[in-house]
Structures are given as structure tokens and as C-alpha cells.
């Protein structure tokens, strides 16, 4: 005996989602069906049509179903800076935080061999046809502070170097309103060995 | 600037799930659309058929998109059992952990008058028809072990006294594979007082 074929169904797919397994799958369906039927028909439509409609920026790899993201498309922003993340959550984080407003390169991912995840993998070709336009004069390089991500900036300020633009990382030290005990040894030995003369 | 529209509906939608947040919404629309764009698809589907096609149970109120669930529609239960869950995942919680094999009725939630949920939201017009058949000769009353629980326990055995039905209440103790040591108080308690001759 088990809960009906449609129930079953909507179970299984909705283990497809990272972090939710069979026990968070029944409470989430039990929930939708019991409380928020509408919720789940948006939800339901809202995942089909981006399925079928969301793919990346033919610039910077943005998700988005137009041609061309809302900040590749916009007047207005300084196309000699270009900035490399790793991900659409990151480019959201920048602009929110930063004032930042030059354009995005959004990489999908990080440099990682033992997956299968080569410079082709991130869009190398297209960030090489970005810098071969000439317009970019600095590359601000955002990856994580991971191993990956430091692999992929070593990687990508390689790629700046042959296209003669200048490369920039953003700067990593003691996180602001933190308490140097507990920042863990290797931020620290970081931001000591990266500092900086105050003038 | 923000993520495109069919990216923030996503997202948004997303959100309408118990347990997730803006940030765990983004992480999963990144994960479906990067990594599983046919679980999406998938799910999207299933979402809109549920919300669409899945009822109650017309004698138990178990979730079905038939006219009666499984339990009920089948040939060789016990129907002169009863057992009466708070939740559909109750009832696979019983039907997999005892073998009992008689017929359930599903409350889908407990008495909670501050909430405005009395005995009509909860089916006992269905329930009492039920006992009203006559068919049923013990109702087990399965409720979670918790104050309103409690409260609908004790509403549930009011119910089956007024039909003539006996009443029993599943067992309430220290769990098997714990150590008293470490076993709530009132657990204990309740494991004290209710204590049974070896026999």
C-alpha cells in the first residue's frame, strides 16, 4: 500500500531538488496540497516555462531568456570593466553590495578536473571573444577564496595576460565587524601578510 | 537590476514552500536550471496535475485523485478496525512499522481552537457517519503524543463512547533503544505511572 500514483509522482519529483530528500518531499507535497494549492500551481507553471525558456547570455552567460541579460543590454555601464564570478548569485551580490556598475561574466561554475570541468566548461571561448573586442580594460576577478576558485583566478589572469588587459582579484583579509580570535588561521595569515601601508 | 522575470518568478515561487527561504530558492532554481532542467520539467508537471487532480478520500480523507484511496477501495482489510492519524504520512508511518491491516481515518490535523480548527475541520461529520455504519468495532486513536494531540484524543474517545465503539489509544512510553538516562522527564513519567504487570 502506498499514497496515490499522482502523490507518489510529486514525491519523487520534488526529491529532485538538492537538500530535500523523501522525509522534507512529503512535507513540502502535504503542505502545497493541504494549505497552498495556487502556490503549487504557480510553482508548477513558473518551473515549466523556465525550463523551456530560461537559457545564458550570449555575452556573459547570465541566466536569462533573452538574448542578452539586463546588464549586457543596459545603456550605461562601463563597458572597460568586466567581472568574473562564478555564479548568477554572485553577480547579484556584487551589484547589490558594491555600487559596481561595469559588466558581469558569469563563469557557471569553477575550474575542477576531477569533474570533468575544463576552461570550456566556464565559457572560455566567449570570454576570450569578450576580451578580443577590446573594449575591456580591467578584469575584476570575483571567484570564491576555495581552492577551485584560486585555480580559476590563477587561470584567468593567465588568459588576461595574453589578451593584454589588465587583471584585478578582489581582496581577501579579516571580514568586517569580525573578532581576530575567531577568524580562522588561514584569513588571518592572509590579511597579515597582505597588508597594506596606511598613508 | 535584478534577474530576469522568468528568473524572480521562479524564485518567488519557489518560496512558497515550508522551509525555504530567498537564498535556498535561488540555490535550487540555479541547481534545476544548470544541472536538472528535466527535473524541473518533470516537476513542474507533477505540481500542476496534483494541485489539479488530488482530492480526498470521500470515506477517510486520505489524500487520492480517486474517489476512494487505496486503503479504503481495497478487498481483505479489517474494517472492524479503525485508526484515526493526524497526518497522510502517519498512515504510511503505521502501515509500515505494525502490519495492522484495518481501514484509517486521516484528520489532517489536530484540534487547535486558537487557530479556529474545531471538530468540523477535522471531518468528524465524515468520522461519525463512518461509526454510524456500524461496521466498526474498535477506533485506535493514533494521534501524535503532544498537547493538542492529547486534546484530540480525548474528543475522538468522547465520539466513539456516544456511538458505542470501544476506544483505544496507542502507547505512550519510553521509547525502544533509548537509555532512561537520557528520556524526557514527563516521558518517564507517563512511562512510570502507566506501567504494566509481567505476566
Given at each position: 500500500m502506498s499514497y496515490s500514483p499522482l502523490l507518489v509522482r510529486l514525491i519523487d519529483a520534488l526529491c529532485?531538488?538538492?537538500?530535500?530528500g523523501r522525509k522534507s518531499a512529503q512535507r513540502i507535497a502535504f503542505h502545497l496540497l493541504e494549505r497552498d494549492r495556487e502556490g503549487a500551481r504557480v510553482l508548477g507553471d513558473a518551473l515549466g516555462q523556465a525550463a523551456q525558456g530560461i537559457g545564458h547570455c550570449?555575452?556573459?552567460?547570465?541566466?536569462?531568456?533573452?538574448?542578452?541579460c539586463s546588464f549586457c543590454a543596459a545603456?550605461?555601464?562601463?563597458?572597460a570593466l568586466l567581472c568574473v564570478v562564478e555564479s548568477p548569485a554572485d553577480v547579484m551580490a556584487v551589484e547589490d553590495a558594491t555600487g559596481y556598475r561595469g559588466l558581469y561574466f558569469v563563469l557557471m561554475g569553477h575550474l575542477s578536473p576531477l569533474d570533468g570541468i575544463g576552461p570550456d566548461e566556464l565559457g572560455a571561448d566567449q570570454l576570450e571573444a569578450l576580451l578580443n573586442e577590446?573594449?575591456?580594460k580591467e578584469l575584476i576577478i570575483a571567484t570564491n577564496p576555495t581552492v577551485e576558485g584560486d585555480a580559476t583566478a590563477h587561470y584567468l589572469a593567465g588568459l588576461a595576460a595574453r589578451h593584454g588587459v589588465q587583471a584585478s582579484r578582489i581582496a581577501h583579509g579579516v571580514p568586517l565587524g569580525g573578532e581576530l580570535e575567531y577568524v580562522d588561521g588561514g584569513t588571518l595569515s592572509h590579511a597579515f601578510f597582505g597588508r597594506r601601508v596606511v598613508d
Open positions: 529532485c531538488m538538492p537538500g530535500v550570449k555575452r556573459c552567460r547570465m541566466f536569462t531568456e533573452a538574448e542578452f545603456d550605461g555601464r562601463d563597458r577590446n573594449e575591456t
